[in-house]
Each structure stands twice: as C-alpha cells, then as structure tokens.
C-alpha cells in the first residue's frame, strides 16, 4: 500500500463502493456491445455516485466469504466482483466450489479467525462438546484428524448438525502447557483475551467458509468475456483451483493473473479506444431510505439459510428450499434498489443476494460430488470432470 501510494502514476481513491460497471449500455449514445468503460461508484463520505471511465478495467474485488453465517473472509467479502460482472454479462463457472476451513473459533462477539490446521497436526483432537467422544474415528479411522480438509470439515459439520450443536471441541490441553505456547503464540494469546486457555481448555470451533475458488471465467490473458475488462484474484475461475484449492494458491491466482492483466493490457494498450461520452448515475427517481431495518434482516436471512441449506453437504431438497427464499428476497431487494439511494450496506446486500443464487444455481446443476461440492442425492463422482458454466 505505500509502495502504491508513493507510486505517482497511481491514484488511490479510498472510501468508494463500486455499485456496477460502466458499459455501453450506460453512453450518451446507447450500445449493446457490452463493452466495459469503467464503473460507477459510491462516495461515501459525499453520498454520490460518481463515474470513472477508463479504456481497460480490473476486476480484482475478492470472493463472497461473507455469503455464509460463518466464514474467515472480511466484512466486505460479498461477491461484489462477481455480481457486478454477471450483472454486466459475464459467464461464471464453479460458484458452487465453496472452501471451507473445519476449524473456525466459535464466538458470537467477535470476528472469526482460524484456529491452524497444525493445532491437530501437532496433536489436537476433536471431540464432541457434551460426551467428550473423539469423533474422527468414525469417519476416517487411519488418519482421524490429519485427514484432508474438506472430510475433517464435513466430519464438524455432521456432528453440528446431527446433535443441534453450536459448535465441536478442539483440545490439545493433554500436551504440556510451554509445547502449546510455544508452537501457537498468537492464537494463545488471541484466546486468552477472550477468556479460553487452551493449554488447559478445549477451544469451541466451527467449519468455516474460507475461500471462494469459482468465479468470473477468464483466460490466461486474465481477459473476461467483455472487451475491456480483465480480473484477477478470487473473484475469479481461472483453472488454477480445479474442485480444490491446494494451500497458498490463492496467492498465484492474485500474482500470476494480475500481472497476466497487466501484460495483456500494456500489449495492447495503443489499441484500445477512449471511453465515449457517458450518461452520469440518475437518481432522479429515489429518494433515501426510512427502512434500514430492512437491509439488516435480509443480510443476516441470507447467510443463515445459504449457512443451513448450501453448505459443506448439500441435498437437492435443500438447495431447492434456498433458490425459493432468494427468489422471494428478489423481489424485495430490487424494489427497495429501485426506490431508495444507494448505500454501501445496499450494494453489499444486492451483491450478497445475487452471488448466493449464483451458488445455488451451480450447486443445483452439479449431478455429482467433487472437490468442494458434496452431495448425499449425488454421493459419487463422475469419470469425467466438467466445469459449472452459467451464462446470464
């Protein structure tokens, strides 16, 4: 971030939330190419939305962590790269291949952070909170809690909702007090601030969504289905993850395609076009918002049922239970867009909603499991490996 503050051919413009992407659609003189100038963005501090053109445009706003009650992404991981790109006419691919880590601390009051996977690499146990019982062993009885991440997630996942369970128990209180300190400082003294000594406590954890390995379809160019717009990172389906996401891969799919984009677009920069004349945002027909409240309870709806309905094991009924309540919620979500200015709670909202039903509708096209996407109606997997590809 200094680097790029001290760079004089960049400007930062902090404090905005791209609301969508500016397209033909939106010149003085109307085009149906879909080619991408730009975005419109929400100025916080003013409350305006301004419009910022350009002749090449990156996509590189993240996943949608924040689509599941419990997840390890930041607040404004809401899928708004991917939404804004669909919305714009991008195909997607894989959104049902959803990450998520099996251990995640439970606590209400807080936000989550992981609890490593070397705490059970190192000896830690997972057992159920109310009879102690050691539960691995009933899933995978040779590697109990170094078996892979998505059957140690799935296994936490069982558990949480065959007894209505809040959470399982985490417990490497049997090895010696300085061999705990030692090997994990940072998540010792992360707990003890909340009130849990893991040298002598088991530490109440949860799977947690941790990282979206689907997205916005792109080359190794890092160039979208639209001219003028690359992306880059985890909004994107670049090939790199496949079904799973090996560790740290995250990193080559931010480097590696964000320097392809950039490459692609110095190549061919003499050849792009000036943005033309385009129309500003209207709101002439809004006014601001009285009902707040609204927002607030469609977000948290949104994330329970996506948390219950979509996620580490799936059934068909219940992906069918979940496109019914996004379909509902639709339709309240575009009418309040539709009168109301936006706000950045609004945007994130719109997008939260439209990458859910990208997830389901995904998972619901998926006959099979594979990687990330488990399903009892569909408990084995295909000869043949196909990608998810949703055009809008």
């Given at each position: 971030?200094?680097?790029?503050?001290?760079?004089?051919?960049?400007?930062?413009?902090?404090?905005?939330?791209?609301?969508?992407?500016?397209t033909g659609r939106h010149g003085?003189?109307?085009?149906?190419?879909?080619?991408?100038?730009?975005?419109?963005?929400?100025?916080?501090?003013?409350?305006?939305?301004?419009?910022?053109?350009?002749?090449?445009?990156?996509?590189?706003?993240?996943?949608?962590?924040?689509?599941?009650?419990?997840?390890?992404?930041?607040?404004?991981?809401?899928?708004?790269?991917?939404?804004?790109?669909?919305?714009?006419?991008?195909?997607?691919?894989?959104?049902?291949?959803?990450?998520?880590?099996?251990?995640?601390?439970?606590?209400?009051?807080?936000?989550?952070?992981?609890i490593t996977e070397a705490v059970?690499?190192?000896?830690?146990?997972?057992?159920?909170?109310?009879?102690?019982?050691?539960?691995?062993?009933?899933?995978?009885?040779?590697?109990?809690?170094?078996?892979?991440?998505?059957?140690?997630?799935?296994?936490?996942?069982?558990?949480?909702?065959?007894?209505?369970?809040?959470?399982?128990?985490?417990?490497?209180?049997?090895?010696?007090?300085?061999?705990?300190?030692?090997?994990?400082?940072?998540?010792?003294?992360?707990?003890?601030?909340?009130?849990?000594?893991?040298?002598?406590?088991?530490?109440?954890?949860?799977?947690?969504?941790?990282?979206?390995?689907?997205?916005?379809?792109?080359?190794?160019?890092?160039?979208?289905?639209?001219?003028?717009?690359?992306?880059?990172?985890?909004?994107?389906?670049?090939?790199?993850?496949?079904?799973?996401?090996?560790?740290?891969?995250?990193?080559?799919?931010?480097?590696?395609?964000?320097?392809?984009?950039?490459?692609?677009?110095?190549?061919?920069?003499?050849?792009?076009?000036?943005?033309?004349?385009?129309?500003?945002?209207?709101?002439?027909?809004?006014?601001?918002?009285?009902?707040?409240?609204?927002?607030?309870?469609?977000?948290?709806?949104?994330?329970?049922?996506?948390?219950?309905?979509?996620?580490?094991?799936?059934?068909?009924?219940?992906?069918?239970?979940?496109?019914?309540?996004?379909?509902?919620?639709?339709?309240?979500?575009?009418?309040?867009?539709?009168?109301?200015?936006?706000?950045?709670?609004?945007?994130?909202?719109?997008?939260?909603?439209?990458?859910?039903?990208?997830?389901?509708?995904?998972?619901?096209?998926?006959?099979?499991?594979?990687?990330?996407?488990y399903t009892l109606d569909y408990?084995?997997?295909?000869?043949?490996?196909?990608?998810?590809?949703?055009?809008?």
């Amino acid at each position: 971030l200094n680097a790029a503050q001290a760079n004089p051919n960049i400007t930062l413009l902090p404090g905005r939330s791209c609301v969508d992407l500016v397209t033909g659609r939106h010149g003085e003189k109307f085009s149906g190419e879909g080619r991408v100038w730009g975005a419109y963005a929400l100025n916080e501090e003013t409350g305006e939305v301004e419009t910022h053109t350009a002749k090449a445009t990156i996509m590189a706003a993240g996943g949608a962590g924040r689509v599941y009650l419990f997840s390890t992404a930041p607040r404004g991981a809401t899928g708004d790269g991917i939404a804004m790109a669909w919305r714009a006419g991008c195909r997607v691919s894989n959104m049902e291949m959803m990450q998520f880590h099996p251990t995640c601390l439970y606590n209400l009051e807080v936000k989550n952070f992981l609890i490593t996977e070397a705490v059970r690499g190192e000896g830690g146990h997972l057992l159920h909170p109310e009879t102690g019982h050691r539960y691995m062993v009933d899933y995978d009885k040779e590697r109990m809690e170094l078996a892979p991440r998505d059957i140690v997630a799935r296994a936490n996942d069982d558990q949480i909702k065959r007894y209505g369970l809040d959470y399982v128990h985490l417990d490497i209180s049997h090895q010696p007090p300085e061999f705990v300190k030692e090997h994990f400082p940072t998540i010792h003294e992360k707990l003890m601030g909340l009130g849990i000594d893991m040298t002598k406590q088991p530490i109440p954890v949860v799977p947690a969504q941790h990282y979206t390995c689907g997205g916005i379809l792109i080359g190794l160019d890092a160039r979208t289905d639209l001219p003028g717009l690359w992306a880059a990172g985890e909004c994107t389906e670049s090939g790199l993850h496949g079904a799973n996401r090996l560790a740290s891969n995250s990193l080559l799919e931010c480097f590696v395609f964000g320097e392809a984009a950039a490459k692609d677009i110095l190549e061919n920069w003499d050849d792009l076009s000036d943005p033309p004349a385009i129309k500003d945002w209207d709101e002439s027909r809004v006014t601001h918002s009285d009902e707040e409240v609204v927002i607030k309870q469609n977000w948290t709806e949104i994330r329970r049922f996506m948390w219950n309905y979509v996620g580490i094991v799936r059934t068909t009924k219940r992906l069918e239970r979940a496109a019914h309540r996004i379909k509902l919620l639709r339709e309240e979500v575009d009418d309040y867009y539709g009168h109301f200015r936006v706000t950045t709670d609004l945007i994130e909202l719109r997008n939260l909603l439209q990458s859910a039903e990208l997830i389901v509708k995904s998972a619901l096209v998926r006959h099979e499991s594979r990687g990330l996407h488990y399903t009892l109606d569909y408990p084995e997997t295909d000869s043949e490996a196909r990608d998810t590809v949703l055009v809008p």
